[in-house]
């Protein structure tokens, strides 16, 4: 393959020492004209060794020498939504499954589209794949495009109508929550109301919603649904679905609780999203839907080092504690 020639003259520069770490490489034109290629051919050549992590690409800028070896099949650029327990879990077990495979790059748009999409602009030539989760406002299909089908992975909330066979990992909001629900009909017959806390800046709050509407309207359950938890509005008899993002108002029914002298689980009823190690012990234990994010982390990596495409839902299950 004749990109290949370019790939093995710039090693060959570098292993030379004519090439430095850090020193920019001879121009497109140059290095077309001293190799009698093509530039489309050219291209092709740094291209694979962006892939490679051996040159990097700076912007409006040229390519410069980044390492002298290839020292991983796989470049990974992960780019995360935010970092929490539950990212910390992805990441974690992400890395323990490529293991020395890959060189992982890790970055966070924190939910700011023009974050995200210059992240993804400025790193395309540089890395083999990109593992992302998104949970953004704006058009996340046109800049997820923007990325090879072959070289996109995405976690945690499936995108749709993008172009492609690409590798996705998600959860199933809608399903999730009226599946944990049925699940748990014999603990919510105490109960007089169902209450879904939705917060207004929650990505996935549609679905959710949806979710907790069919079950309720399938098993004949009065429910509401607000946005916040407010002293004034919580009733004796009432079983709150919350999935705020920093569990705030688990907290919030927590102290009105006691203020009242209402017990968990007796009197009113909790089930949070997402466990941790503090909702394990918090009053005698805080009932939880959530999904294993370390075989989130996981099957993205094994996607990865298999050379796989694959489309698979990461179930939620229930936990069952004394606060429901």
């Given at each position: ?5 370019l790939a093995?003259?710039i090693?060959?520069l570098i292993e030379?020492?004519?090439l ?5 490489l001879?121009?497109?034109n140059?290095?077309t ?5 093509s530039k489309e051919t ?5 291209n694979?060794?962006l892939?490679?992590?051996?040159i990097?690409?700076e912007?409006r800028k040229?390519?410069?020498v ?12 992960l780019?995360?939504d935010k970092m929490?327990?539950?990212?910390d879990?992805?990441?974690?077990s992400?890395?323990?499954t ?6 992982v790059?890790v970055?966070f748009?924190?939910h700011?589209?023009?974050v995200?999409?210059k992240?993804?602009d400025?790193n395309?030539p ?12 704006g058009?996340t ?7 090879p089908p ?5 976690i ?6 993008l172009d492609?066979?690409y590798?996705c990992i998600?959860?199933?909001y ?12 014999p603990?919510?017959e ?5 209450v879904?806390?939705?917060p207004?800046e929650a990505?996935?709050?549609k ?10 309207k ?14 004034a509005?919580?009733k004796?008899?009432?079983a709150?679905?919350t999935?705020?993002?920093?569990d ?5 029914l ?8 209402w017990k968990?689980?007796?009197d009113i009823?909790?089930?949070s999203y ?7 012990v918090l ?6 839907i ?6 989130m ?12 495409v694959?489309?698979?839902?990461d ?10």
């Amino acid at each position: 393959m004749k990109y290949l020639q370019l790939a093995e003259h710039i090693n060959h520069l570098i292993e030379t020492n004519k090439l430095k770490i850090n020193d920019r490489l001879p121009s497109l034109n140059q290095l077309t004209e001293q190799l009698k290629i093509s530039k489309e051919t050219a291209l092709k050549g740094l291209n694979y060794l962006l892939e490679k992590g051996i040159i990097e690409a700076e912007y409006r800028k040229g390519y410069y020498v980044k390492k002298k070896k290839q020292y991983h099949p796989y470049r990974i650029c992960l780019i995360l939504d935010k970092m929490n327990v539950l990212r910390d879990r992805i990441y974690h077990s992400f890395l323990e499954t490529i293991k020395d495979k890959a060189d992982v790059d890790v970055y966070f748009h924190h939910h700011n589209f023009k974050v995200f999409e210059k992240l993804v602009d400025e790193n395309l030539p540089n890395y083999t794949h990109f593992v992302i989760t998104t949970f953004l406002h704006g058009n996340t299909t046109e800049v997820l495009n923007r990325i090879p089908p072959q070289k996109r992975i995405i976690i945690d909330y499936q995108e749709k109508k993008l172009d492609g066979d690409y590798t996705c990992i998600y959860q199933d909001y809608k399903t999730d929550i009226q599946e944990s629900l049925t699940e748990l009909l014999p603990q919510l017959e105490k109960y007089s109301r169902l209450v879904l806390v939705a917060p207004l800046e929650a990505f996935h709050a549609k679905e959710v919603i949806a979710g907790f509407e069919l079950f309720s309207k399938l098993n004949s359950k009065k429910h509401t649904i607000v946005n916040t938890i407010e002293d004034a509005f919580a009733k004796k008899g009432d079983a709150y679905i919350t999935f705020s993002r920093y569990d705030q108002d688990d907290v919030t029914l927590i102290k009105i609780a006691r203020k009242k002298g209402w017990k968990l689980g007796k009197d009113i009823g909790l089930l949070s999203y997402n466990d941790t190690a503090v909702k394990e012990v918090l009053e005698d234990g805080i009932t939880v839907i959530s999904t294993d994010f370390n075989k989130m982390g996981e099957e993205a990596a094994k996607a990865i080092l298999k050379k796989e495409v694959v489309k698979m839902r990461d179930p939620a299950k229930v936990i069952l504690r004394n606060s429901l």
